[in-house]
């Protein structure tokens, strides 16, 4: 494994359960109207003071081509005012990364397929060389002598919107790759939705043997109903750092109509009940999702949390 | 244990899943305008169609209190003309136990609460006396020769709404008082959505203890977005039948706003993921589906597979 283990410590501590709030990010990624910078900004705070701590907050490309994240060197100005928060972002091609060692960030998010098909379709490159761009990141980080830690993300981890079904060994085998091209966290997303609780728990302790002491990412879509029971099957297998989305903002290009990222906020409550702290306020969370519902009135947003409550009457926190 | 254990064998296989579909009981629970007689016929033998042979379709109450059930008795008469399909209804008194047994029914459902305070607030009994009824309910069965097995259901069994937490060694204690009064299977039911999956897993294990190889149901409402995972985590713990209504239609009384029971449609996806064939069809469950809604047009439906489907390209059955 290469990166430092004690920086993986500090930021993703595997005695505890760390959530990434990829709304910002993932969450937008489909909206049909932007929410204003200072929308995001304010919704950034208010989740920030609810607890949050990890934030994904866009993508360095061409703002002609994804224009909700043309504000992302301020977002992630705005993530380093917080205190103790985070940012996170995309770079998925080399001009990307170059931008991203400009700014302030924590984290630069690589993307790798796990199919071939999907590889070129989405990226125009081979799965071998997503992996070395990742190696690429690394090593221009290194150069620069930036902080950011070096994120590789398998989509299509648990079946492929155009290969369909993933072998799990191919998602083993590229994480691997990624680890030894310098990724500092390696991550398996389900990036339609396709997994059952079974299939992640396979892989999620197939990942943790992959990477022994060091933290590693679920990330999941609520396509089919299954994020909550697929987060809790993650848990379960060992998995300490997880993504959602406040309101399970973003859809699926691949299921027209079908939901987004695991919601948030249920997140927060399925792991109080399972015993894991998460430092957020559920309540506090309102206030952002909120803010996030009435700059985007024409989005769906969902959860259960925010429809009806935590317990009132039960210690519900395990 | 009491009953015969080949009948259990017969009727809920511990070798498969058998899931009781109680949108037509528990679904119509709060339900502003009732659905047609007709229409819960067209429901019933659509779900028929798609595979579904356990149907709850209603409770022996006055017709005056319980208006929607009026028809109680013509829908276990349209259950027993379908192939393989049996039919549950609730008895919460000797009037309707009495009335049960006049009838074809398969399976008259007792409830007792897990608390003494729900007990006496919606009972109007002591939880005492409700597990005798179950005793009276048992032998009223048998000096009438009739065919139904008796299913006590706890409620409450994940907390209280009104007591608030719930000691899971009290749901356990009045299981087995149920069963030594001479119920035939015994269930736990998440009767307002207080639970996360360890609670569930933790109380289903148990009960799996105490059933030994005879079945027991697990009851789950969505109240709080953790359905899905709560019946797979009660899968996972042992329990091999659950119950959901088609849609998730069912509110909570407790809760307004919120969800009902676990969405039928998608646990029969969540089933099947996890390696549990359903024999049930879930293209043909949409069919049902769209009779439930347009017959109910101010009711909210739930579940994810309604708005994404299965997945196309993936073989997603475990």
């Not at 994804?66 to 380093?80: G, K, L, Y």
């Not at 792991?271 to 559920?282: M, N, R, S, W, Y």
Request: with cysteine.
């Amino acid at each position: 494994m290469t990166g430092p283990a004690e920086i993986h410590a500090h930021i993703y501590p595997q005695d505890r359960v760390s959530l990434r709030e990829v709304g910002l990010r993932d969450g937008l990624q489909l909206v049909k109207a932007f929410p204003s910078s200072a929308a995001k900004h304010e919704w950034l705070v208010r989740e920030h003071a609810a607890g949050v701590r990890h934030f994904e907050v866009g993508s360095f490309l061409p703002a002609s081509r994804m224009p909700q994240f043309a504000d992302v060197r301020d977002m992630i100005a705005a993530v380093s005012s917080l205190g103790g928060a985070r940012s996170a972002a995309l770079a998925l091609n080399e001009r990307g990364a170059a931008d991203a060692v400009g700014t302030g960030l924590d984290e630069i998010v690589c993307v790798v397929s796990a199919t071939e098909e999907h590889s070129q379709a989405n990226m125009h490159r081979s799965r071998r060389e997503a992996v070395e761009l990742v190696g690429k990141v690394a090593r221009l980080r290194d150069e620069k002598g930036h902080k950011a830690i070096v994120n590789a993300g398998i989509s299509m981890a648990f079946g492929c919107s155009i290969a369909g079904e993933v072998d799990p060994a191919e998602v083993l085998r590229l994480a691997e790759a990624c680890l030894v091209a310098g990724a500092d966290i390696v991550g398996i997303a389900d990036t339609v939705g396709f997994a059952g609780p079974r299939q992640v728990a396979e892989l999620t302790a197939a990942m943790a043997r992959l990477c022994g002491k060091h933290p590693f990412i679920v990330h999941l879509h609520d396509t089919r109903g299954m994020g909550i029971a697929n987060a809790s099957a993650a848990l379960d297998a060992g998995c300490r750092v997880l993504d959602g989305s406040l309101g399970g903002l973003g859809g699926c290009p691949f299921a027209p109509g079908a939901t987004g990222n695991v919601v948030f906020e249920d997140l927060v409550f399925l792991c109080e009940t399972k015993g894991f702290p998460t430092g957020i306020d559920l309540d506090a969370l309102m206030g952002a999702r909120s803010i996030a519902e009435s700059e985007m009135p024409d989005e769906q947003f969902y959860g259960s949390i925010a429809r009806a409550g935590a317990p009132r009457v039960v210690a519900w926190r395990a």
